[in-house]
């Protein structure tokens, strides 16, 4: 398993946004839930948000963030994906 820190930019339609959020957020919980996310939230300036991701691969990774709601609903305009060597946290099992 890849860790990956994927960085969200959102886009300007923040009231399409903010409808879909409760969606994306119950997504986000579910793979939390399965340990797929590992970590997920906004910045405080709401331009964008941080996920930290655990999947096989990027392939993997980039189906997830496909079904992802706000990827259909495009109020994200980047997706900055990269794989993410974590070497140090209490969080960390291995």
Avoid: C, Q
Avoid at 55 to 84: F, G, H, M
């Amino acid at each position: 398993m890849a860790r990956f820190a994927v960085e969200l930019v959102f886009g300007s339609n923040r009231d399409e946004r903010l409808a879909v959020r409760p969606a994306h957020r119950e997504y986000i919980a579910s793979l939390a839930e399965k340990g797929v996310v590992l970590a997920a939230g906004p910045y405080a300036d709401d331009t964008g948000a941080l996920i930290i991701y655990e999947a096989a691969d990027e392939a993997t990774l980039k189906e997830i963030i496909s079904a992802d709601p706000y990827t259909p609903a495009n109020v994200v305009t980047k997706w900055e994906i990269r794989v993410w060597n974590a070497l140090l946290g209490s969080w960390l099992t291995d």
